[in-house]
């Protein structure tokens, strides 16, 4: 547990770091960012057709309310937490890497229905945009997290090594 | 029981046919979905006292660390302003700097590690919150600290940034700090912290997917 633990801490930093260096920012955080406004706007666009996307900006020609995906709102930083937490794992590879292709895809996808939930209760209540934006949704993606995790690590073939991240003390998890 | 899990324990987790649902991380899942709106909003109504260590902790370490800086420190409900020692400048008028910041935006790790620690239904669970809490304070007091501090040195302007005699290396630590602390920490904190708790919880998980 606490070779788990201590990985996941320094991966997690060190991925954070690399983040937050002008290099990544340029060339994946940015045009990632770009790319989720366009997402969300065609998928929006489906049954509104009023909603343009410029960079990271999504906004309603209809009533001229925009969205800017911030740092923190791009499920960035959800995926190099599920990243860490999954290379820091003892499994083997070939499940490091699946479990990474679709939890991410997971984390993104409930990223994608974060932006759009808070484009249209920015436009309905800006009281009930802010609370979903600063704290139900922060919640909601880390639970998502969690769970992608959790589900991850039960499919997770038992070795020795498994055995040890989230186990209990032998008395407890015998019984 | 061919597993070990002692009888209490699988009563807890509802064997024996009388849960709809089977797998137990699926009721645990749902279980944590349907105790967060409860969890959220007793968060919100609580948040002053809730959040009263965290001032206090961030009392003490501006009085150690950042006297200098802040010459006090006032709470209104679950905001925190922090009344400065630097000056808005020349032609700006008289009178010092406060900034304002929302504890909040750093503490909505509490209601889901509340709604998760509630959800696996664990022995001493109270305790287990308690716990919890106890070590979520000082990680909101950091959200809460950096972001005044990137307030100062980062955001306001020249005339009063300079005011707070910062080295260019202290401004990046400080960028660094509020980004960690509030892009990473108050998310990452309540999961890591629910996972190191629960450990039999998810071994027994482990357990039934094996």
């Known amino acids: ?175 | 029981m061919t597993d070990g899990t002692p009888p209490d324990q699988a009563e807890r987790e509802g064997r024996g046919a009388k849960h709809f649902i089977k797998s137990p991380l699926t009721r645990f899942i749902l279980a944590a979905i349907a105790w967060l709106p409860v969890t959220f909003g007793s968060w919100y109504l609580l948040g002053p006292v809730l959040l009263w260590p965290v001032r206090l902790l961030v009392q003490l370490i501006c009085r150690i660390g950042l006297s200098d800086v802040v010459r006090g420190v006032e709470v209104g409900g679950s905001s925190i302003a922090f009344l400065t020692t630097l000056k808005p400048g020349e032609g700006m008028g008289a009178g010092f700097i406060s900034v304002d910041v929302n504890m909040l935006v750093y503490a909505f790790g509490m209601p889901l590690f509340a709604a998760l620690t509630i959800a696996a239904r664990e022995e001493k669970w109270w305790r287990t919150l308690a716990i919890g809490y106890a070590v979520m304070v000082p990680f909101v007091a950091w959200g809460v600290l950096a972001d005044f501090l990137k307030g100062i040195a980062l955001v306001a302007p020249a005339a009063v940034a300079s005011q707070t005699g910062f080295s260019g290396l202290q401004r990046e630590m400080i960028a660094f700090a509020y980004q960690f602390g509030s892009l990473i920490l108050p998310a990452v904190v309540p999961a890591v912290l629910w996972v190191l708790l629960h450990r039999a919880f998810l071994e027994r998980l482990r357990r039934r997917a094996g």
């Open chain 1, 1 to 175: 547990m606490l070779r788990f633990f201590l990985l996941f801490v320094v991966l997690l930093a060190v991925l954070f770091g690399l983040e937050l260096t002008p290099w990544v920012q340029d060339w994946f955080v940015i045009p990632w960012t770009n790319a989720l406004a366009r997402i969300s706007t065609w998928i929006v666009t489906l049954f509104d057709g009023n909603v343009v996307a410029t960079g990271k900006v999504m906004r309603s020609n209809t009533n001229g309310f925009a969205v800017s995906i911030e740092a923190g709102c791009n499920g960035v930083e959800a995926t190099l937490v599920l990243l860490a937490a999954m290379l820091a794992f003892p499994a083997p590879w070939k499940h490091k890497a699946v479990g990474l292709v679709i939890g991410i895809l997971a984390v993104q996808l409930l990223n994608i229905l974060r932006v759009i939930s808070l484009f249209y209760l920015g436009q309905w209540n800006y009281d009930v945009f802010e609370w979903a934006h600063l704290y139900v949704w922060q919640a909601l993606i880390m639970l998502d997290v969690l769970v992608v995790w959790l589900i991850w690590v039960r499919r997770v073939p038992r070795t020795d090594d498994s055995r040890g991240p989230p186990s209990a003390p032998t008395a407890l998890a015998a019984g």
